[in-house]
């Protein structure tokens, strides 16, 4: 393997537009124990400034590449073991730069079932084979005539027994192989057609009964919905040449593979038996192999758009520290309600029946003003699910009715994954006195508060803003996720002594055990005083603290500990400090402080140029929050269901997911509506992400509304800003932070993405 690096190193290097020593200082960072986060950040002079998205990838494809080093390690042993290793062979394997390649290499060498090849030749045919090969001439079945015996009966099953055998040479050729790979991979068409009896079941599918596009071209979006739709039994799908264009091509690289030269005997056969091969073997290989690189293509774009939309949830602009009053809405059940203060610490819970059967409106009123008056609340948090509309209607009065002076704010937020929070075992163990039910209007509650440190304690998958994904590979997704919480965690910072063990476990260098040992030392001995006092910490050790100090944040006696400065520098700060004359406590975050300081001047072996820059940054600004300040979007009043919505109404709502074919928008209807990707902008748009992202609150005009099929059109374009204006101009309403679509792969989505297809019809949030 060591022998492979600096391969590995080069063809790594050259994907992340980097130079092989920074790359092969990255990997021995990695190999040592040090995580990416803590790389990206403070170890920019060895590995050139790499980032984190660079980092992650070189982490990537530093596994799959020692894997393809593994296995052509153990191929190369394999083939040598049976004594049919050549100069060329080893050549070729060594070349090899795909597993794919690999595995047509190593196919005529691998150990394998007995076939009707191995048949024939135990029968003697092979000879027959090479003779029809060698005398193109002779009539193949005169020269069969010699070969039949007792186990080969006639001249028919001599020749079939040698067309078995160069069917099975063909499919053992790693050039041919290769060759027809790439001419599919051009030219094949990818096809889906109905399956008979299945138009009602499969009616959301039904812009894929008679599909036919370009294999290299389907967007990931399309190919999932095939994919699914196939799995669902409703449309069979192909991976075929067009036979009258491509087949040609191909039947003629197989026949340069023979050697067929002209229209002899031999040569009919032999091309009789190449179309054969193709029909039988070939082809399946083809289909199998498309197969497997669009669903890995499209499973690969599918988790990239969620791990951006996660990443820009997880990244949206906190509400801050006060006192929230919670509220999950319900109708039969109940509201429930959660007090928290500004800690997210919880004060009261309750229940209230403002809606049927009980239509307790006064009692629920008189508890909301009282919860409101004895706890000083300034923000109100209000589900988005069901009965959320008309809850908020609730709080709109009795916040009117509130005495004169602060009033609360309310907010409408998402209740994405609340519910799997509440049913949780950290749930439990974090409530264990609590309700199941009340649990959530705590997530509620705290996630307005600050959306990173709540969403951390579910699953990423479980939040819902990705397009099939529960299609996709699982474990890949996860991995994708997972990276995504750490990366958005440690960009932020983490407040070691308010921070929970689910946000801490994310913090480079921590862990689910360290993070509950940090939490229980917390407990038994109150604040951490510093950041060193980390290291009085039950198996968290200098290593461990080497990787997660920087990240965490103390405010406390020692001023740099509340900054992302890492305490390794903590003596070049001091330095630069001691250079203005001034105490640190001065200089931290006053404007212009250090506007005389050269970084050059502080260079030293220890800490480079990128080191001190960040440094000086920090000091300006220390434990600054890379998130956006807080703001909300304002529902239309009276616009409160799909019925109420007209095309050319203006509105306001928050980007709630981006797919490859535009974006979803919560305009406060319980539905949401698409802007599709050519509705983005007054431009070509290729990428949605490039012009919004979740969370992002935007003005939006309808374009289409479908009651039936419960779904909106929207339009972002300015162009045609003479269409009809909504007679009912939205007023000031509600607040509203990002919300999510329930799961993004059900009806609603493959509507979405069946009408995206067809350019542009609008769709549905299933709620």
Not at 86 to 95: K, Q, V
Not at 604 to 616: E, N, Q, R, S, V
Not at 663 to 683: E, T
Request: one cysteine or more; charged letters at 25%; a neutral charge.
């Amino acid at each position: 393997m060591d022998n492979a690096m600096p391969r590995i190193t080069r063809t790594i290097a050259q994907e992340i537009a980097a130079r092989p020593d920074q790359v092969a200082a990255a990997v021995a960072l990695l190999d040592g124990g040090a995580t990416v986060p803590f790389v990206a950040r403070y170890r920019k002079e060895a590995t050139g400034g790499l980032d984190d998205t660079q980092l992650r990838t070189l982490s990537d494809r530093l596994t799959y590449l020692r894997e393809l080093e593994k296995r052509r390690s153990a191929i190369l042993g394999s083939i040598t073991e049976q004594g049919a290793m050549t100069d060329a062979l080893s050549r070729a394997i060594h070349a090899a730069e795909s597993k794919a390649t690999l595995e047509d290499l190593y196919l005529p060498f691998k150990p394998k079932r007995r076939t009707k090849a191995m048949i024939a030749r135990e029968n003697g045919l092979d000879p027959l084979l090479r003779a029809i090969m060698a005398d193109r001439a002779a009539q193949p079945a005169i020269l069969a005539a010699a070969y039949v015996t007792e186990a080969v009966p006639d001249t028919k099953a001599a020749l079939t027994g040698a067309r078995d055998i160069l069917v099975e040479e063909l499919a053992e050729d790693a050039a041919l192989l290769g060759r027809l790979r790439q001419i599919m991979q051009q030219e094949a068409d990818i096809t889906a057609r109905l399956i008979a009896g299945k138009e009602a079941a499969g009616a959301k599918f039904s812009d894929y009964f008679d599909h036919r596009e370009k294999w290299a071209k389907i967007p990931s979006h399309r190919a999932l919905a095939i994919l699914r739709a196939a799995k669902e039994e409703v449309v069979t799908v192909e991976i075929a040449p067009d036979p009258d264009t491509v087949l040609p091509r191909i039947t003629d690289a197989i026949a340069a593979t023979i050697g067929i030269r002209g229209q002899a005997p031999g040569d009919l056969w032999l091309r009789d038996a190449a179309l054969w091969a193709w029909k039988v073997k070939l082809s399946l290989t083809m289909f199998m192999d498309l197969m497997a690189d669009l669903r890995t293509r499209a499973h690969e774009a599918a988790i990239a758009v969620f791990a951006r939309n996660l990443r820009d949830l997880l990244l949206a602009a906190p509400a801050g520290a006060k006192r929230t009053l919670g509220l999950d809405p319900g109708i039969r059940t109940g509201c429930k309600i959660a007090v928290v203060d500004e800690t997210g610490k919880v004060l009261e819970t309750a229940t209230i029946y403002p809606f049927q059967p009980r239509n307790d409106v006064t009692g629920a009123s008189a508890m909301l003003s009282d919860l409101i008056r004895r706890h000083g609340i300034a923000l109100i948090a209000i589900g988005n699910g069901t009965a959320s509309r008309e809850s908020e209607r609730l709080v709109d009065a009795v916040i009117a009715a509130l005495p004169a002076g602060p009033r609360p704010a309310k907010v409408i937020v998402s209740e994405a994954g609340a519910s799997v929070y509440s049913a949780s075992e950290l749930a439990a163990k974090e409530f264990p006195d609590l309700d199941v039910s009340l649990r959530g209007a705590v997530s509620i509650a705290r996630r307005l508060q600050d959306p990173l440190a709540e969403l951390v304690k579910i699953a990423p998958e479980a939040i819902g803003v990705g397009q099939y994904q529960h299609d996709v590979d699982q474990r890949r997704l996860a991995q994708s996720l997972d990276a995504v919480v750490e990366d958005a965690v440690n960009a932020v910072g983490v407040d070691l002594n308010m921070a929970s063990a689910p946000l801490l476990a994310r913090v480079a260098g921590v862990g689910p055990s360290l993070a509950q040992a940090i939490v229980a030392h917390r407990d038994a001995h109150g604040a951490y005083p510093t950041r060193k006092a980390l290291l009085k910490v039950a198996g968290l050790g200098p290593r461990a603290f080497e990787q997660c100090a920087g990240f965490l944040r103390v405010d406390g006696a020692e001023p740099l500990d509340a900054s992302a400065v890492h305490p390794e520098a903590y003596g070049v700060a001091r330095r630069i400090v001691q250079a203005c004359g001034r105490d640190i406590r001065a200089i931290m975050g006053q404007d212009g402080a250090l506007s005389g300081v050269r970084a050059e001047d502080f260079v030293d072996d220890a800490f480079g140029l990128p080191t001190i820059c960040d440094i000086l940054s920090e000091l300006e600004k220390p434990g600054r929050d890379p998130r956006p300040d807080f703001r909300t979007a304002t529902f239309a009043a009276g616009i409160e269901s799909i019925a109420d919505l007209k095309p050319g109404m203006s509105l306001e709502g928050t980007v709630t997911n981006v797919a490859a074919f535009g974006a979803f928008v919560d305009i406060g209807v319980h539905q949401d509506g698409l802007v599709h990707v050519s509705q983005l902008a007054d431009r070509f748009v290729k990428d949605p992400h490039a012009v919004v992202k979740a969370g992002d609150v935007v003005r939006v005009r309808v374009t289409e509304v479908d009651v039936a099929r419960k779904r909106i059109g929207l339009t972002m374009r300015k162009d045609n800003a003479g269409d009809v204006a909504s007679k009912r101009e939205p007023a000031p309403k509600a607040a509203r932070i990002p919300s999510k679509p329930s799961e993004s792969g059900g009806g609603a989505l493959a509507d979405a993405l069946a009408a995206a297809m067809k350019g542009g019809s609008p769709t549905n949030r299933s709620k």
